[in-house]
Every structure is written in structure tokens, then in C-alpha cells.
């Protein structure tokens, strides 16, 4: 059974770095295309970062150059390091697991979700 549970959240100011765990428990993270995406109360989820199954790493514009997805083989886990925080990062935030093997920024393609994580940017 598929099991995917993030950790790290919490409150930070502004300027600051957290970094996000997922612990993947039922596949392999390194097998299949995982992402991380946010999502703020009345707006729709936002596709942050993907790895693929070679460990290529995609980002969107909003957070590219200040968040980092990596994966981790032999503890199973998905991370993703957030540097130089804002108020506007202020989400709940996920990671997902798309086994059809490509990378996307679509949640309709992720058929595995955590239960999330909340991260405040607040000074």
C-alpha cells in the first residue's frame, strides 16, 4: 500500500529556509516521477518542483532558483529545501507520486498524495 507523509512544516520569517520531507512508504521514490506542490485556501494547487525517474528536476517560475527537490534512495524520502522564503509562500504544501513515468505539473497526473504539511511566512 502506497503511503506518502510530509514533514517539516511550520513558521518561519521572512528570508528564511525550511526543508520539507516526504517519507515514501509501497514504491520506490527513485522509480517513479515524483512533485511537490502548494496550495493556499480558495486558489487551486500549484505544481512547485518535479524529479524524475533519471532525477532531472523541474521548477516553476515562481520558485525557481530558491526551492530544491532531491530524493534520498536509501531512506525512501522526497525533500524539498525552501530558501529566501516570502509571505506569499505561505501554503499547505504536498508531495505526490505519478507512476505513469513522466514528469508534470498537472495534479491530475499524481495519483498519490500526502496529507500535507503547513508552512506560514510571517515576520
Known amino acids: 500500500q502506497v503511503h506518502l507523509v510530509e514533514s517539516g512544516g511550520g513558521s518561519v520569517q521572512p528570508g528564511g529556509s525550511l526543508r520539507l520531507s516526504c517519507a515514501v512508504s509501497g514504491f520506490l521514490v527513485s522509480s517513479d516521477c515524483m512533485g511537490w506542490f502548494r496550495q493556499v485556501s480558495g486558489k487551486q494547487r500549484e505544481g512547485l518542483a518535479t524529479?524524475?525517474?533519471?532525477?532531472?528536476?523541474s521548477y516553476a517560475k515562481s520558485v525557481q532558483g530558491r526551492f530544491s527537490i532531491s530524493d534520498h534512495i536509501n531512506t525512501n524520502t522526497l525533500y524539498l529545501q525552501m530558501n529566501n522564503l516570502s509571505s506569499e509562500d505561505t501554503a499547505i504544501y504536498y508531495c505526490?507520486?505519478?507512476?505513469?513515468?513522466?514528469?508534470?505539473?498537472?495534479?491530475?497526473?499524481?495519483?498519490?498524495w500526502g496529507q500535507g504539511t503547513q508552512v506560514t511566512v510571517s515576520s
Open positions: 505526490a507520486a505519478n507512476t505513469r513515468g513522466f514528469s508534470s505539473f498537472h495534479a491530475s497526473h499524481y495519483e498519490y
Open positions: 524529479i524524475d525517474v533519471d532525477g532531472i528536476s
